[in-house]
C-alpha cells in the first residue's frame, strides 16, 4: 500500500524532506508507519514525535485523511491501495 | 455652526476594543469616514454597554499624530537604547522582499532561529501568527508579559484545577472574595469592564471583599477591609489559613475532596502514589472493606481522607493527612512574622472563609441540585509574580479546593472550562476530562498541549527552556536568558531574526539594558503602531492597522467571555479603512506566505488550529483572502447563515451558558489534585536532564506540597535598601502600550498615583519626602536608579513603594508618552536572571528591595 506521507510544524530541524511516499505493507498501523518515516529520515525525528515509553507527544497531532486518529494503532488505512497521512507537531509558542 | 447639508454618512458600526485582552463590544460612531465616538455595545452581554477609560479614548489611538503610518528602515547600524535608528521610509514592496529573503534564509538554514513576539493588545494578530511561526517550522515564541504583566504560574493551576487559562469568582452567587492583590474584577485582569459591574452587583448584595495587598490599589480601595502584607509572603498567610481552617476549626469539604479531588489518593513513604500493581492506578483506603483499591473501582461507597494503612506491607496515608499534617506548624503566629500581618486578623479572616463557605449547603439552579460555596479567592501576577511562584500559587488554591469551592455556585470559577456549543451547530466544544490517574485535562487549552499530562522532559529545544520545563504553561522568564547565551543551555542555534508583533518587550520583562543587549544583534522586522523604545532594535517597521482599523478572526477567546451569563461572540472588524499605508498584520502574513511559498503548509495548520470543517476548510490550491478565511471561520464555529457577513451587521452572537457549564465541576468526573505528587516526579526528571546537560537549576520547587519561600528582596538586606518596591496593573493603562494616548494622559493627570510612586506617610516623613516630591530610587539588584514623584499616603504598608503601569518612557517618537514625568518604568529596577526565576514555572520575579532618597526638583 502507498502512503503519502506529510509533517508539518516544528520538524523541520530533524527532517530535511517533509513530504515523501512510503510503501506499507497491508495492515501497517500509525507506530509502523512513523517507524518507517523515522528510518526513512532522522532518528532525531523519533525524539520530537515519541515519549522514551514510546507514547506519541502531546502535541503531535495524526490524520489520516481529514480524519484525526487517536491511536497509534489504527490502521493506516482501511482496504485502500493508497492513504494519505499528515502529521503536525504543533509548537506552544508564546503564552499569555 | 452645524452643516446638515454636508452630512452624507452617520454609522454606528459593531466591533470589539483591542486596548487589553477584555475584547468589550463596542459600537463605533463613524461620521463622514471619521470615527466621533467610541461607546459600549449594549447588545453584547459581555460588558454590556460599558467601557473603560481605555475603551473609550480608542478614538485617540486611531488618530494619533505618532503612529507609524509608512515603512521604514533603519539606516544606524548601532542598536541601542538610545540610539536613533534613524528612519527612512521605504515602499511596502521592499520592505516585504527584505522580510521574505530574510525569511527564507532562515528557514533553509534551521528554522528555530526565528522568534515571534507579540503582546496582548495583538491578541487577535498573535494566534494567527504564531501558526505562521509554526508552518515556519520554529519553536520559539515570547509574549512581553512574561515579565510583569503575565499570570505564568497562575495559569498553570488554572490549568490543573480549572481547566480554564483564568479564574474568576462566581458575580452571582460569591459572598465572600478574599482578593490577593490582583485588580480582577475592579480594574485589570480579564473581562476587566464585565467584571466590575458583576462585582459591583454582587458587592451591592453583600458580598463581602476582603482585599490582602501592600498597596491600597485601585481595586483594593474598593474592599470591605484592606489588609497590608509584605510582598511576596501570601503563600504564609495563605497556609497559615488551611492551619487554621484543618486543625483550628476543622472545616473542610469531605464530601467534595473524596469524590473530586486526590485527597484520597494513598500516598507511600517516598511521597509518591502507592498503585495497584496490575491497573498501575493510585489506590484509595475504602473504609467500610478495610482495603486498598484502586480509585475508579466500581462500588466504591466511601474513601478515607484520615489514617495511616498498611498495604502489602508499606505504610501509606491519604493524600489529604499528608497535607494536614504538613500543614502542623505553619500557625498564625509563624505567618506573622513573615507577612507582618497580626496572627488574630488571619485567624479572623480564615474563620470568616470558612463559615461562609457554607458547607453541606446546596442550591437548586435550574432545577439542578448544586453545592453551594459562596467563598473564592483570587490572585494574578501581585501574589504568584516570585521566586517561589510555584508554591505560593498552591497555598492560595488549596483554600478553594479544600472547603469544595472550584466551579460550583458561589465560588471560583474557571473561565469558560466547560463549551457545549452553540445550540445550532454544538461548535465551539470543549470540556474537561479525566486522564492519567484520574486527574483533570483541561477541556482546550491556549497555547497545546495543556500543562497536564505533562510533555515529557527533554533537552532543550526551545529558547525558552519549556521542552525541559513542562510545567512552564505560558511565556517564559527564562526566555532572555537562554536566548542571551544559548551555549550555556546547550540550545543548539542563536536566535537570528525576531518577528515583532507590537510587544514592547523592552519595558514589560527587567533590567532594558540586559534586554536590549540580547536583541541587538537579532534582525528585526517590527509589525508596530508606534516607534516605542522595542523599535530601536527593528531594521524593518511596518505600519500595522489598530484594532479599529483591521478584521480579526479570533476576536474572542476562552478568558474574554464572563464566566456566567450568556456567551458571546463578536466581530471585530474595520470601522475605518487603514489610514495611510497601515495594513493589518494578518493579510500581510498571508502575503508572505505566498512570498515563502508555504501555502500548503500554512494552509493545512490553519485548519488544524483553527479547527476549520468541511467545507470550510481552505484547501491550497486555492489562494484565499484574509476576509474568505475568517468567513470560514465563522461558518464553520456556527453555520452557513452565521458567516463573516453576518456577524458585520449584528456584531454578536449570543445564547445563555447552561448550568453545567458554568459550573461543570459537580457533572465531572474527573479529580484534581490537592496533593501534587507529579510536581515532585517531574521534578527529578528536571533535574536529571539539567545535570546531564551541565545546566545549573535549583528544582528544589518540584514539590507536591505548599511552602512559603522568600524572594531574593526578602534576603536582600544590604544598607540602605529598606524597601520593598513592587509593580501593579493601573486600570487607565494597558502595560505599555497606551501611555502615547493624550485622552488617557489626562485622566492620569489628575490621579496622583497613576505617574507617581506610592509611599508611606510615616515612611516619607522619616526620609524628608514630601507629596510630590522627586525621589530617587535604586535597585540593589541592578543598580539602576529611577525618579519618581512621591504620592504620599496611609494606603501602603510602611515597607514598600509602589509604582503603577509601565511609564517612564524614553523613545523620542512618543510625543506624550516620554515625556517627563509621565510615569516610571519599574523593569530598571528588576535583574534579568535564572536566579530571579521560579523555576518550575519561569515566572519572572517581581519584587525588589531599593534605597528611597528625596531628589533635587526636575
Known amino acids: 500500500m502507498r502512503v503519502e506521507v506529510r ?11 517533509t513530504a515523501f511516499s512510503l510503501e506499507m505493507p497491508a495492515g501497517s498501523n500509525l507506530r509502523d508507519l512513523l517507524s518507517e518515516s523515522i528510518k526513512n529520515s532522522s532518528e532525531r525525528l523519533r525524539d520530537r514525535l515519541f515519549t522514551s515509553s514510546g507514547d506519541l507527544e502531546a502535541n503531535v497531532q495524526i490524520f489520516v485523511g481529514a480524519t484525526q486518529s487517536t491511536s497509534l494503532e489504527e490502521a493506516v488505512a482501511d482496504g485502500l491501495e493508497s492513504s494519505d497521512v499528515r502529521i503536525f507537531v504543533l509548537s506552544a509558542t508564546a503564552g499569555g | 455652526m452645524f452643516d446638515v447639508a454636508r452630512l452624507q454618512e452617520d454609522v454606528w458600526i459593531p ?9 468589550c463590544a463596542l459600537k463605533v460612531h463613524r461620521v463622514n469616514g471619521t470615527v466621533v465616538k467610541i461607546e459600549g455595545n449594549p447588545d453584547s452581554a459581555t460588558n454590556r454597554g460599558r467601557l473603560c477609560p481605555r475603551g473609550v479614548s480608542g478614538i485617540m489611538a486611531l488618530y494619533n499624530p505618532d503612529r507609524v503610518d509608512v515603512p521604514l528602515k533603519r539606516t544606524n547600524p548601532e542598536k541601542g537604547l538610545h540610539a536613533d535608528p534613524g528612519w527612512v521610509e521605504i515602499t511596502w514592496e521592499e ?3 527584505t522580510i521574505a529573503a530574510r525569511l527564507n534564509k532562515i528557514r533553509e538554514d534551521d528554522p528555530r532561529k526565528l522568534l515571534l513576539t507579540g503582546t496582548v493588545t495583538t491578541q487577535d494578530e498573535v494566534p494567527f501568527a504564531k501558526i505562521f511561526a509554526m508552518a515556519f517550522g520554529t519553536p520559539n515564541g515570547w509574549n512581553s508579559g512574561a515579565g510583569n504583566h503575565c499570570g505564568t504560574a497562575e495559569h498553570l493551576y488554572g490549568a490543573l484545577l480549572h481547566a480554564s487559562w483564568s479564574k474568576q469568582p462566581d458575580p452571582d452567587h460569591c459572598r465572600y472574595l478574599l482578593n490577593f492583590g490582583t485588580a480582577s474584577g475592579f480594574g485589570s485582569y480579564y473581562c476587566v469592564t464585565a467584571m466590575a459591574q458583576r462585582i459591583g452587583e454582587a458587592r451591592v448584595r453583600g458580598m463581602r471583599h476582603v482585599a490582602i495587598d501592600p498597596f491600597l490599589s485601585p481595586s483594593a480601595e474598593k474592599a470591605d477591609e484592606w489588609i497590608p502584607i509584605v510582598p511576596g509572603t501570601d503563600a504564609a498567610f495563605a497556609m497559615a489559613m488551611l492551619h487554621v481552617l484543618l486543625h483550628e476549626l476543622n472545616i473542610y469539604d469531605a464530601e467534595y475532596l473524596k469524590h473530586h479531588t486526590n485527597g484520597p489518593y494513598l500516598i507511600g513513604a517516598d511521597g509518591l502514589y502507592l498503585r495497584d500493581p496490575l491497573k498501575g492506578v493510585p489506590l484509595i483506603w475504602n473504609p467500610v472493606l478495610g482495603t486498598a483499591t484502586p480509585f475508579d473501582a466500581p462500588g466504591i461507597t466511601d474513601f478515607a481522607l484520615e489514617g495511616e494503612f498498611n ?6 496515608r491519604p493524600a489529604f493527612a499528608c497535607l494536614k499534617e504538613h500543614l502542623t506548624p505553619f500557625t498564625p503566629e509563624w505567618a506573622e512574622t513573615i507577612t507582618t500581618v497580626p496572627a488574630a486578623t488571619i485567624r479572623r479572616v480564615a474563620q470568616e472563609f470558612g463559615q461562609e463557605a457554607r458547607i453541606g449547603s446546596t442550591i437548586v439552579l435550574d432545577g439542578k441540585t448544586l453545592p453551594y460555596r459562596p ?4 490572585y494574578f501576577k501581585g501574589a504568584q509574580g516570585h521566586k517561589n511562584a510555584l508554591l505560593s500559587c498552591m497555598a492560595l488554591e488549596l483554600l478553594t479546593e479544600i472547603v469544595g469551592a472550584s466551579n460550583v455556585p458561589g465560588g471560583l470559577l474557571g473561565m469558560n472550562s466547560c463549551s457545549l456549543g452553540h445550540p445550532d451547530t454544538d461548535r465551539p466544544k470543549w470540556i474537561p476530562h479525566a486522564g492519567r490517574d484520574g486527574l483533570m485535562v483541561s477541556g482546550y487549552w491556549p497555547n497545546p498541549p495543556p500543562p497536564y499530562p505533562p510533555k515529557e522532559v527533554k533537552k532543550p529545544e526551545s529558547i525558552d527552556l519549556r521542552s525541559m520545563i513542562p510545567t512552564c504553561p505560558g511565556s517564559s522568564g527564562a526566555l532572555p536568558v537562554v536566548m542571551a547565551d544559548p551555549e550555556r543551555f546547550k540550545v543548539p542555534y542563536k536566535i537570528e531574526m525576531n518577528f515583532h508583533v507590537g510587544a514592547n518587550y523592552v519595558m514589560t520583562f527587567a533590567d532594558p539594558n540586559a534586554i536590549a543587549e540580547t536583541f541587538k544583534d537579532v534582525f528585526q522586522a517590527s509589525f508596530a503602531l508606534f516607534l516605542d523604545e522595542s523599535t530601536y532594535f527593528s531594521d524593518i517597521v511596518v505600519p500595522a492597522a489598530s484594532y479599529l482599523e483591521r478584521l480579526s478572526h479570533t476576536a474572542d477567546w476562552m478568558s474574554s467571555n464572563v464566566p456566567v451569563g450568556e456567551w458571546c461572540y463578536h466581530v471585530r472588524q474595520p470601522v475605518v479603512a487603514p489610514i495611510a499605508q497601515r495594513r493589518s498584520v494578518c493579510e500581510v502574513l498571508l502575503e508572505l506566505v505566498e512570498r515563502l ?19 470550510y476548510r481552505l484547501d491550497p490550491g486555492q489562494c484565499f483572502s484574509w476576509e474568505e478565511i475568517v468567513n470560514r471561520r465563522y461558518k464553520s464555529l456556527f453555520g452557513e447563515a452565521r458567516g463573516l457577513e453576518w456577524f458585520k451587521e449584528h456584531g454578536v452572537l449570543k445564547w445563555p451558558k447552561k448550568v453545567e457549564e458554568v459550573y461543570w465541576k459537580p457533572f465531572s468526573h474527573a479529580r484534581v489534585p490537592i496533593y501534587f505528587e507529579w510536581f515532585k516526579t517531574l521534578g527529578t526528571k528536571v533535574e536529571g536532564m539539567a545535570q546531564n546537560t551541565g545546566i545549573d537549576l535549583d528544582t528544589s520547587a518540584f514539590q507536591p506540597l505548599p511552602e512559603w519561600r522568600p ?8 544598607d540602605g535598601f529598606d524597601l520593598y518596591a513592587i509593580y501593579y496593573k493601573f486600570p487607565m493603562q494597558t502595560f505599555s502600550g497606551t501611555y502615547d494616548n493624550p485622552w488617557l494622559d489626562e485622566v492620569c493627570n489628575i490621579e496622583r498615583f497613576a505617574y507617581g510612586v506610592a509611599i508611606n506617610a510615616e515612611t516619607a516623613r522619616r526620609k524628608g519626602i514630601a507629596e510630590g516630591d522627586w525621589m530617587e530610587i535604586t535597585s540593589v539588584s541592578t543598580g539602576h536608579t529611577v525618579r519618581g514623584r512621591a504620592a504620599v499616603t496611609e494606603g501602603i504598608h510602611p515597607e514598600v513603594i509602589a509604582i503603577a503601569g509601565c511609564g517612564g518612557h524614553w523613545s523620542k517618537y512618543l510625543s506624550v508618552a516620554s515625556q517627563e514625568g509621565k ?15 521560579d523555576i518550575p514555572s519561569l515566572t519572572q520575579d517581581l519584587c525588589v528591595k531599593v534605597k528611597v532618597a528625596k531628589a533635587g526638583a526636575a
Open chain 2, 711 to 718: 524572594c531574593r528582596s526578602h534576603k536582600e538586606n544590604s
Open chain 2, 311 to 316: 498495604v502489602n506491607g508499606s505504610r501509606a
Open chain 2, 95 to 97: 520592505a516585504l522582499e
Open chain 1, 7 to 17: 509533517f508539518y510544524g516544528f520538524v523541520r530541524d530533524v527532517i530535511t524532506n
Open chain 2, 597 to 615: 511559498k508555504m501555502r500548503e503548509e500554512f494552509y493545512a495548520l490553519v485548519n488544524v488550529v483553527l479547527n476549520l470543517t468541511d467545507p
Open chain 2, 823 to 837: 510615569g516610571v518604568c519599574f523593569e530598571w529596577l528588576m535583574p534579568v536572571g535564572l536566579d530571579n526565576v
Open chain 2, 15 to 23: 466591533t470589539t476594543c483591542g486596548l487589553c485582552y477584555s475584547v
Open chain 2, 375 to 378: 467563598v473564592a479567592v483570587t
